[in-house]
Nanobody, 115 residues
Framework: QVQLVESGGGLVQPGGSLTLSCTVPNGVLSGNPKAWYRQRPGKLRALIAHFFYDGSPIYADYVRGRFSISEDVSSNTVYLHMNRLKPEDTGVYYC?????????WGQGTQVTVSS
């Protein structure tokens, strides 16, 4: 099975911004909308942003207004634009689909928000 590859994480100060990327091999995630998940330290992995079937973006309450999901169909890349980051946004970020496909989890990309 082909795993997804996320990138763009790093260390950022509170209030800062990051953009995460996930390149999806053509056809690997066909059929279901793209999504981003996050696993905070000591917590379960949780859905934070995804496209609905009509293409509209859906966000978890705690990231709405700060995060934005987008997709470049021509390059098979999904992005997560993160603004006004908070320490509680620290975690490993993964792309997948909604609903998730457990056979496609990649390594994720670490985001650390700290001063």
């Amino acid at each position: 099975q082909v795993q997804l590859v996320e990138s763009g994480g790093g260390l950022v100060q509170p209030g800062g911004s990051l953009t995460l990327s996930c390149t999806v091999p053509n056809g690997v995630l066909s059929g279901n909308p793209k999504a981003w998940y996050r696993q905070r330290p000591g917590k379960l992995r949780a859905l934070i942003a995804h496209f609905f079937y009509d293409g509209s973006p859906i966000y978890a309450d705690y990231v709405r207004g700060r995060f934005s999901i987008s997709e470049d169909v021509s390059s098979n890349t999904v992005y997560l634009h993160m603004n006004r980051l908070k320490p509680e946004d620290t975690g490993v970020y993964y792309c997948n689909t909604f609903p998730k496909d457990d056979s496609r989890w990649g390594q994720g990309t670490q985001v650390t928000v700290s001063s």
